[in-house]
């Protein structure tokens, strides 16, 4: 039989509650928003097909957040059969006063080796525990503590360096006229 | 680089408020929730219409085994994994073999993802351009590059929309226990949501219209329909061709919209439905790979 309705009722509200913060950690993982949008949309099509599995499980949304990080990691082992892009990506308005921040952080993070990344999200922006992270990436919380030294250093100096700042503000101007 | 505590608290205290600055600032886009709907869809029917062929082929289990089984790149060893890509799955390091999938019959189906793009690119009319080609990513824990399944953005003269296209063989249902019934012979009334219903529902709602499209011997062969929501709008036609279904939608929405009224690209889809079923109709679908 089918699904009943219940379950894309379910499924749109959990959607419309959780999607701002999948898509923000979709956003931080990926640097940019079309891939954290073809993130978060695979992740949720994942979802959607084992709803009830989510929904049975202890803390759904964090279940969901699983996803996106597992889709994510996948993704970036298959980097040979990624998007491939025809034109340029739909124009969004951005609610941003000063993206510079922003764009340079993007830079920052792109840098990081993926599961590195991964490890800052949960760490820094989930604010998940040591053991969280090591649990849910399937790390030991040795190999979490020493990818987060690594990552804290890498994104400082990244962070400092005047040459990726400079960068990071004409892309903001190039944004801003564009 | 060495850090003492007070150090490492203070750098994670500046890069987490960092985060919260710059991130909380993100736009995030309105609308996932039916696009992440579509795209469940879509994945829900290639899945059970893989499962329903292993089912057929009375080789259900050893082939679902296989997709579910891939191998362990942290230890080296096999294990099974979370088919949702749950947070149970194994993380690696390493590229993973290449992947096992739920096999189906061989066929015209099986077209490759970027094959797929470059043919809708020109098959479209001429003021329907591909602005981009969609994830081409299989959507299933296996991965691998996606087949007979895409979702690129277009835009046509009213805006830039999606559309959806979906390559499946004929499969049995009727023989799979417990999967969904396709055809309209048996079994309730198939929602139009759904991208295996060949045909038309008998209680259709004023938000939808649906036409019964037959072969020339009379029998039906597929549907092409309209269904608003709001101001979203979804075309689709599905038809069954030479051992196989073609099934493909329009719609004025961009995975998120955001292009002045929410959810919505554009007041229409990028294709007609008449353009939408051209492309159904399409030979380049049917044809043997090379």
Not at chain 1, 55 to 73: E, N, S
Not at chain 1, 93 to 99: A, I
Not at chain 2, 261 to 286: F, H, M
Request: proline content about 9%.
């Amino acid at each position: 039989m089918r699904d009943s309705p219940p379950i894309d009722e379910d499924f749109t509200a959990f959607v419309a509650a959780r999607s701002p913060a999948l898509y923000r950690s979709a956003w931080l993982l990926t640097t940019s928003a079309p891939a954290a949008e073809d993130l978060v949309q695979s992740a949720l099509a994942k979802a959607y097909v084992h709803w009830r599995r989510v929904q049975a499980a202890d803390d759904p949304a964090a279940y969901v957040h699983g996803i996106v990080l597992k889709t994510f990691l996948s993704n970036r082992r298959r980097r040979s059969s990624g998007e491939i892009p025809v034109d340029a990506p739909p124009d969004r308005p951005s609610s941003d006063r000063d993206p510079t921040e922003r764009l340079a952080l993007m830079a920052a993070l792109r840098t990081l080796p993926p599961l590195d990344r991964a490890v800052v999200v949960l760490r820094y922006w989930e604010d998940r525990s040591v053991d969280e992270t090591a649990h849910t990436l399937r790390l030991s919380p040795a190999a979490v503590k020493n990818r987060s030294l690594r990552a804290l250093a890498r994104l400082r100096l990244t962070l400092i360096d005047p040459e990726l700042l400079e960068l990071a503000s004409t892309e903001a101007r190039h944004d801003s006229h564009g | 680089m060495t850090h003492t505590d007070d150090q490492l608290g203070q750098h994670e205290a500046e890069l987490h408020d960092l985060l919260e600055r710059t991130v909380n600032a993100v736009p995030v886009p309105v609308g996932l929730a039916p696009s992440a709907l579509q795209h469940g869809r879509r994945l829900r029917t290639r899945r059970r219409a893989g499962l329903a062929a292993s089912f057929a082929a009375g080789t259900a289990a050893a082939a679902v085994a296989a997709a579910l089984i891939v191998p362990n790149a942290l230890g080296g060893s096999v294990s099974s994994i979370d088919p949702a890509g749950g947070p149970t799955s194994a993380t690696a390091s390493e590229p993973p073999e290449p992947p096992a999938r739920v096999d189906w019959p061989a066929g015209w189906w099986d077209m490759l993802a970027p094959d797929m793009v470059a043919a809708v690119g020109a098959i479209l009319p001429d003021d329907v351009v591909v602005r981009s080609s969609g994830p081409l990513i299989a959507d299933t824990a296996e991965g691998g590059v996606a087949l007979g399944y895409i979702a690129p953005r277009l835009t046509g003269p009213t805006g830039p929309g999606t559309l959806y296209l979906t390559l499946l063989p004929n499969v049995d249902f009727l023989t799979a226990p417990g999967l969904p019934v396709t055809t309209p012979t048996t079994g309730p009334a198939p929602s139009l949501s759904d991208a295996d219903a060949l045909s038309c529902p008998a209680n259709l709602s004023t938000r939808v219209q649906c036409e019964v499209l037959r072969a020339p011997d009379g029998t039906v062969s597929g549907r092409r329909s309209s269904t608003t929501s709001g101001l979203i709008t979804n075309l689709e036609v599905v038809l069954q061709r030479d051992g196989g279904t073609v099934y493909a939608a329009a719609i004025n929405n961009l995975d998120g919209g955001s292009d002045g009224q929410p959810g919505a690209s554009a007041d229409e889809p990028p294709l007609t439905l008449d353009q939408l079923e051209d492309l159904v109709r399409n030979d380049t679908w049917v044809m043997p790979a090379t």
